[in-house]
């Protein structure tokens, strides 16, 4: 079923590029929303999956918005997310 997450940290097609490369072998194609704030990403995944989905996103740099951090945990994803958008620049 197709579903529709907010995340954070996504600014650019450089970080959409990554978030679209990474997920692809695991989630399939990933839709990126760079219109809206915070961002949106759609994927066609099953409900019982979407702890694996949220903990890759996080990973990345990229957490969904709907997770409680605290600063360092907030400032450690914002630090990867840089990473990983000068990455999708790269690979755009």
Not at 5 to 21: D, P, R
């Amino acid at each position: 079923m197709k579903q529709t997450f907010e995340v954070l940290n996504v600014k650019c097609g450089g970080c959409a590029s990554t978030i679209k490369t990474k997920l692809l072998d695991a989630f399939g194609e990933v839709e990126v929303d760079l219109s809206k704030d915070p961002r949106e990403i759609t994927v066609d995944i099953a409900e019982e999956r979407v702890p694996e989905l949220k903990a890759a996103l996080k990973k990345l740099g990229y957490p969904m918005k709907c997770e409680q951090m605290g600063f360092v945990e907030t400032s450690a994803t914002k630090a990867k997310s840089i990473i990983s958008c000068a990455l999708g620049k790269m690979n755009e």
